[in-house]
């Protein structure tokens, strides 16, 4: 069964070490992660969620996974998805306005675009997050 | 079998080095592996691997190295990335004789690369 190292890093989150097997996983423990580490089974971590890895936390020795942080991530990947797009709103609004074609839809868009983020405050399942597309 | 073989130059007949070629010119440590999970495909000198956010790991020398002015390379894949937004990663924390700290980021957002690749070169 393979085996990690876990703790509790200074961000609040979750470290995992994965020895290469060279030395010894007692070895490892000791010599590259601090004293309040543990050693678990890589079954027992929520590997099922490691898109929300930075909202892993680490509470009486399980995993768990934090939604309001994972609403969080969802945010940054959702802006980091919308960004291109809002360029390209932008560059659109801008011809429109040049050519005095009609930039309701524009306006329309670059507003959804905006509100998108809010789509994950409402969100209560870490699949509901996930399926939030822009 | 244990024993030292002491020579300044090596040769096939044919072409020839010069043995400080393969003692400094050699990797000192050498890591790939999976940015998500930080599963190991192959190293040498590396003990371990910690993943401590989404693109952020450090490697650990499992013999330490004689001092922190190493050279590294580092190389990355990502299957899945918009073209519209570059990749880069860089050493994040001070080289030291037992680790080194990376990270790997697509535009502004830290995120895993499909695989990493580490090598330690002195």
Partial sequence: MTQAIIFTNDNGGVSVCIPTGEIPIDQVKIKDTP????????????????????????VDGKVTVSLDKAKEITKRRLRAEREP?????????????????????????????????????????????????? | MA??????????????????????????????????????????????????????????????????????????SRDAFDSAHGIYSYIYTAQTTSSVGLRFYIYDLQTDPTTFSVSILR
């Avoid at chain 1, 050693?39 to 929520?46: A, G, K, N, Y």
């Fill in chain 1, 35 to 58: 004293s309040h580490s543990i050693i678990v089974q890589m079954s027992e971590l929520p590997n099922q969620h490691n898109d929300f890895f930075d909202a892993w936390e680490l």
């Fill in chain 1, 85 to 134: 797009l809002l360029a390209a709103q932008d560059v659109a609004f801008q011809r429109a306005l040049e050519t005095g074609a009609d930039t309701k839809a524009i306006v329309t868009e670059k507003a959804r675009l905006r509100d998108v983020t809010k789509l994950a405050d409402a969100e209560t399942t870490l699949e509901g997050l996930r399926a939030i597309k822009v």
């Fill in chain 2, 3 to 76: 024993g030292t073989l002491t020579i300044s130059t090596l040769s096939d007949g044919t072409n020839s080095t010069s043995s400080t070629n393969c003692i400094q010119g050699s990797a000192k440590a050498w890591v790939q592996f999976t940015g998500s999970t930080a599963t190991i495909n192959g190293s040498y000198n590396a003990s371990s691997i910690t993943r401590s956010a989404a693109g952020a790991y450090t490697v650990n020398f499992t013999n330490a190295l004689s001092n922190a002015n190493y050279a590294i390379c580092l190389g990355c």
